[in-house]
């Protein structure tokens, strides 16, 4: 036994059998601890295990030093003397913290040592469970090696077979002649086949050398390496090359390459290969700190063979979060030429796009007091545009704003200011200082309430390059008084679980007239009438204009809400604002309003089954006005995989678009996937694509065939993306489960 001492306790969970003589030893019913410490500490560190029994021993051994290693043996023999031997039989069962490994029998090497585990050996942690016909454990180093073995991943149901494993205390594998796969065990429709393999189980990475891929035992990949994720972590690689084509720009290639640079930095920088264009370099910076987090964007094309010429697009989003309550937030994006998002974008919504905004803003916020500061450019990529129709600069932007209820009777205090510069290259320009303090008296009981409010608006300009005749120096000052009220009425409905309310609202508002013409108009609009906009003061959005008016605005919503789970049933509203004297007021090149009542507005939303929604808004005048516009949508999700959409849009004068788009299983591994867009008023199609997807245990496919109107002057593109999807792994080809998310509402990617 002296082989053992050094490093070994034995106790008695059970009453052992001891057979002794002078060159054997034999322990039945045997829990052995080895820890890994110096000899020294080995007496202080453990001597009262050796004096526990039964039940209570084994507790004991639970409450050990993780790193202190743990034998439960069914015998044990020892050969004394100067060739030492010792043999386990009857089971043998090591645990370290929370691995574990057992097998039939195991022998002791002293000079290795080291066990030898042989017969039914089993081994497993939390993330990996191997099974072999024999092991080598080095207790020293906590390191097991099987021979022949075959192994399982928790973390993405991973599994595989290599001739040699080896598993180290850190929880690594390394696998020479290995085969490693997702599919269940009785399926093996894609294989990874590598000379040597390292699994880093707490990283959640893999390594592999000399790989061969093969999807229905076909090869289609070879690599002399090869990085690829078993769970959620990052790591700096290559990763799955994207494969397309379009109509205008050829055939794509896409090489993402993705640097994992710290755990709170990263890039991804992706080569994109267009047959018809050239090769553009995009790249992708990602920062988190304490106190700030952002990406800055870039890509780069040097030679546009189309274009004749480089372009470029660049964007940086960042935001920080001072100590002092400050925030900070910089959007800037640039593009080199107005054709840029047409011919590289890719989406009908981004190819429209007209202005890109760039800001710089900071704000901070108390219980009373608000501040918001910015510098905002736009960069205008419509050429349809005319330089005098273009935004205005706001260099720089200014608005405070502030909120003091519960004062003296019950009053409440507010006050919003602005002060802002407006340049641009041609027309007007100047300040304008807007102030706007405010009475109100709230009062509210349970069912009602009623709020008087006096406003004072007063706003004052400083001008540059006016025409001539016009001041320089225009004001307005507009008192603004008004009375909101309403109530929140509710029944039960017969016992049913639900109630219903009755929540009718009344605003009147009365402004005076004052002549506005000499005022320029910078950002002043006239919104679309809906729900929130009917109970706004001025019926302009922004100070350039206040509408002088008497009116009334009137609504009522009824809602019916389902008791035991808080869910809204049923929701519907209507309302119109009813004009007591004429406007004199409008913007430059409208016509004055002279009509006594707006449009009216309803909206209407309810779930007619636990799986079908359907909600419709629409916008109608007296008369022989007719319908102004009007949308709904209609979804029908009798399952998570089961979608279909249905939706109308009209805008008089503007548009009237019809959408379809679902994801529907045709068979039991099938699904077909489409969306299907056209404009009625043009009597063309916007957008359509069909695809169908094939899911099995371990793999999937995507084929989608799209074409859309890709230009704002109604140029058309085409293409077709092939994905093939690795469960656990990765995916080969297009992207196309992200264009499937953006085109179906709704739709989740359930391949992964």
């Known amino acids: ?16 059998t001891t057979t002794l003589s002078s060159k054997y030893l034999t322990i039945a019913g045997a829990l052995l601890v080895i820890p890994l410490a110096n000899s020294a500490e080995l007496d202080a560190c453990y001597a009262p295990v050796a004096r526990i029994s039964g039940e209570a021993s084994a507790k004991a051994v639970d409450a050990l030093n993780p790193d202190t290693i743990v034998f439960e043996v069914g015998e044990i023999d020892a050969q004394l003397g100067e060739n030492p031997r010792v043999s386990m039989t009857g089971g043998v069962l090591l645990r370290q913290g929370d691995r574990l490994a057992g097998a039939d029998s195991a022998r002791y090497e002293p000079t290795q040592r080291a066990l030898l585990l042989d017969g039914s050996v089993r081994y497993e942690d939390g993330s990996s469970y191997v099974e072999s016909d024999s092991a080598e454990f080095s207790y020293d180093f906590g390191r097991i090696r099987f021979e022949g073995a075959s192994f399982i991943l928790d973390g993405n149901d991973g599994r595989g077979a290599a001739a040699a494993l080896e598993i180290n205390q850190q929880g690594r594998l390394e696998l020479d002649g290995v085969s490693y796969t ?9 294989l990874l086949e590598a000379r040597d393999i390292d699994l880093d189980t707490r990283e959640g990475v893999g390594t592999a050398k000399g790989i061969k891929l093969r999807f229905q035992g076909v090869p289609i990949l070879y690599s002399p390496y090869l990085s690829f994720p078993i769970g959620d972590a990052r790591k700096s690689g290559v990763l799955s090359p994207e494969v397309g084509s379009t109509g205008r720009s050829g055939n794509e290639i896409r090489m993402p390459y993705y640097w994992n640079i710290a755990p709170n930095y990263d890039a991804t920088i992706t080569p994109r290969l267009l047959t018809e264009r050239g090769l553009q370099i995009g790249a992708q910076f990602r920062y988190l700190t304490r106190t700030m987090d952002g990406s800055f964007y870039a890509e780069h094309l040097a030679s546009d063979n189309m274009f004749n010429g480089s372009r470029t697009m660049m964007q940086l989003k960042h935001r920080t979060m001072f100590v002092n309550g400050w925030r900070n937030r910089i959007d800037i994006r640039e593009v080199s030429d107005n054709q840029y998002f047409e011919d590289l974008g890719g989406s009908l919504s981004i190819s429209s796009i007209t202005h890109l905004d760039r800001s710089i803003s900071f704000d ?17 990529i419509d050429d349809a545009i005319l330089p005098v129709d273009e935004p205005y600069r706001r260099v720089p932007q200014l608005l405070l704003r502030g909120e003091w209820p519960d004062r ?13 510069n407006f340049d641009r290259d041609v027309g007007v320009t100047g300040w304008r200082l807007n102030l706007a303090p405010r009475i109100e008296l709230p009062v509210s009981r349970p069912g009602w309430f009623i709020t008087p409010a006096v406003t004072v608006d007063h706003t004052q300009y400083e001008l540059r390059d006016t025409v001539a005749g016009q001041t320089s120096d225009p004001s307005r000052t507009v008192p603004i008084s008004s009375l909101d009220m309403g109530m929140v009425l509710e029944r039960n409905m017969n016992g049913s679980g639900r109630i219903q309310t009755l929540e009718p609202r009344l605003l009147y508002v009365h402004v005076p007239h004052q002549d506005q013409d000499d005022i320029p108009v910078f950002d002043t609009i006239t919104p679309d009438l809906n729900l929130v906009s009917l109970y706004r003061k001025n019926r302009f959005l922004g100070v350039d204009r206040i509408a002088d008016t008497d009116q009334v605005s009137i609504g009522i919503t009824s809602r019916i809400l389902d008791l035991s789970t808080g869910r809204e049933v049923m929701s519907a509203t209507i309302g119109q604002t009813r004009y007591l004297s004429e406007s004199g007021i409008s913007l430059p090149g409208e016509p004055v309003v002279s009509d006594e009542t707006s449009d009216y507005i309803a909206e209407l939303s309810f779930l007619l089954f636990e799986n079908l929604n359907f909600d419709v808004g629409h916008q109608w005048g007296e008369k022989d006005r007719g319908t102004t516009q009007s949308q709904a949508r209609l979804q029908y999700r009798p ?15 503007a548009l009237e678009q019809g959408d379809l788009s679902w994801s529907w299983p045709i068979a039991t591994q099938w699904n077909f996937v489409g969306r299907y867009k056209r404009s009625f008023r043009d009597d063309e199609t916007l957008e359509e694509f069909y695809g169908l997807e094939y899911e099995s245990c371990c793999w999937g496919l995507r084929l989608v065939s799209r074409r859309h109107i890709s230009t704002r002057d109604g140029t058309r593109d085409s293409s077709i993306g092939l994905q093939l999807v690795l469960k656990g792994m990765s995916s080969v080809g297009t992207a196309a489960d992200k264009m499937l998310e953006r085109g179906i509402l709704g739709y989740s990617a359930s391949l992964r």
């Open 408 to 420: 003296f009777l019950g009053l409440r205090y507010g006050f919003d200011g602005e002060l802002v």
């Open 639 to 653: 399952a998570s995989n089961k979608i279909l959409n249905l939706s109308y849009r009209f805008r008089r004068d």
């Open 1 to 16: 036994m002296k082989h053992l001492q050094n490093y070994a306790k034995v106790t008695y969970p059970l009453k052992p």
């Open 182 to 190: 997702t599919c269940p065990p009785d399926s093996n429709d894609w």
């Open 364 to 380: 901070y916020h108390t219980d009373s007091l608000s501040f918001f500061g910015q510098v905002q450019d736009f960069q205008t």
